[in-house]
């Protein structure tokens, strides 16, 4: 085994999970786009990208939960695949240094076989969400918030390709609390909930009378969780805390 690289036993690949933000101007930036920057950025960087078969071979990379247009986020996930690296630590330094003002790597750990990608792995999802200036509602909002929890259902009409209908959002509200003139807010992120913070504050300001005004939010995702608990009894930690930051002896990845 070269000084270059450390290979992995036998013929599988290495799966990796890449955590990073995104924020300023690059959050008017799609999905799509912010896909097609990483694989050109792992070009740039010289990573050892694992590929799939067939006539027309693509980058094996998945993302987690898209991130809306015009979000920022302190904790977007892409899982990736390659044949060989150095260390998580060079992975992170060759991504940064081949990124762009407005994404920034965060952290690189191998995952362990059998480990779900990010996409399937998604349970629930962190937001702050603060008014711009001007655009606040005029209640109060940290004496209402309680009689608004209290609901037994919170329902909202939601648009669907086969036209509307109504949606109960209580039970995909974790957490959601004001504080320091924000609202944090853990919600529902897997593909049968996905409820987007939007739709909690525009709820919220409907029970009492109000109207959200057009381009008034400011929001973040904080971070993307997967569940390692059952429905029941949720066990929520986040994408990153599943796998290894480092090779342990021998090139193998393990579940720590």
């Known amino acids: 085994m070269g000084a270059e690289s450390v290979l992995r036993k036998g013929m599988h690949h290495m799966k990796l999970r890449i955590k990073f933000n995104k924020y300023g101007p690059i959050r008017f930036i799609g999905h799509l786009d912010v896909m097609r920057f990483f694989q050109k950025a792992i070009r ?50 060759r991504l940064n240094k081949a990124s762009v003002p407005g994404i920034k790597i965060l952290s690189v750990k191998i995952l362990p076989e059998g480990a779900g990608n990010a996409m399937a792995s998604v349970a629930a999802a962190s937001y702050t969400v603060s008014f711009r200036q001007g655009r606040e509602p005029k209640l109060d909002i940290a004496s209402t918030l309680p009689d608004f929890l209290s609901k037994e259902h919170i329902i909202i009409t939601k648009e669907t ?30 593909s049968g909930g996905n409820i987007k913070p939007g739709q909690i504050i525009e709820a919220f300001l409907s029970e009492y009378g109000e109207a959200l005004q057009e381009n008034a939010l400011l929001i973040t995702r904080e971070d993307t969780f997967t569940n390692l608990g059952t429905q029941e009894e949720r066990q929520l930690v986040p994408l990153d805390a599943i796998g290894l930051s480092a090779l342990p002896e021998g090139g193998e990845a393990y579940e720590s």
């Open 44 to 93: 740039r960087a010289g990573i050892d990208i694992a590929y799939t078969g067939g006539y027309s071979p693509h980058q094996i990379m998945s993302f987690a939960a898209p991130l809306s247009v015009g979000l920022e986020s302190n904790g977007e996930y892409m899982d990736i695949e390659v044949n060989s690296m150095i260390s998580c630590e060079d992975i992170k330094d």
């Open 161 to 190: 390709k086969k036209g509307t209908r109504e949606v109960d959002l209580k039970p995909g509200i974790f957490e959601l609390r004001w504080q320091k003139n924000s609202f944090f807010m853990l919600l529902d992120a897997s």
